[in-house]
């Protein structure tokens, strides 16, 4: 390990302001913050390069808040920069608060949160074992050792993909064989926070108010029948397609812009 003395300045500079911030000095955590503000600002450019000035701003707290946890939880006699200890989770912050965003709301925010990581290490180790499995086995895989549905095994993998590539086994130190890894060091953006509860109802309840704004019956009925009727095992498009009288094709496009109105909706009353 990196005693003191050998330390390097800009580790130096982060421990010390993290020590007076510690000892109750607000103004040492605002300090390190701004020292790495234009970093942060690279990672909301490189996720959300293309989304709204909103976006990019609640993206960029999404960023601070994971370097912010990242310093709590990093070790200056690692001998890792606080800046390599923390990418990882701000590059996943990023990433999650761009989904969040941006995904369909029949995969809800609290369902990335808890549900993507498991889904994703399995989907890891199960095409570490069988390179030459298809997609379709894959998520009939993961379902059973997961014990979830594959309607959504199969979305959180398609959300998952977009996920940025960071090497959680790349070594951070030159200590050979010893050495820490990233993954000894991440603070994980997608851990659950104690008010996680009261946030998924809050979400709950703008969901219902957003499907119950829309100004046509057959959309309400539609996107009732898909979230709520059986929430474990909803009924497919070709299921429901009878019930109203259209094809499946013609309820998919249906559902599409139903969708989209939901989303608008559901950001109009002040969510995600």
Known sequence: MTT???QSPTIARDAA???RWRAGERRA????????????????NKAARTASADLRDDVAQEARVALLRSAQHWDP??????MG???????RACWLAVTVNTADPMVPESVIRNRLPAVSRAARSIRAERPDITEGELVAEVSARLDLRCSLVERLLVIGARAPNVALDEPVTNDGEEAPTRADFLADPLAAEPDDD??????????RAAIASLP????RRLMEARLYRRPHSPPSLRELAPEFGITFQRLGQIEARAIAQVRQAVRGLGGL
């Open 198 to 207: 009261i946030y998924r109802a809050q979400q709950r309840r703008l969901l």
């Open 4 to 6: 003191t003395a050998d």
């Open 85 to 91: 200890y923390a990418a990882p989770a701000v590059e």
């Open 29 to 44: 955590l605002d300090r390190l913050l701004m020292h790495y503000e234009p970093w942060v600002q690279q990672r909301v």
């Open 216 to 219: 046509n019956e057959r959309d």
């Open 77 to 82: 006699a690692s001998g890792v920069t606080l």
């Open 17 to 19: 302001l993290l020590a």
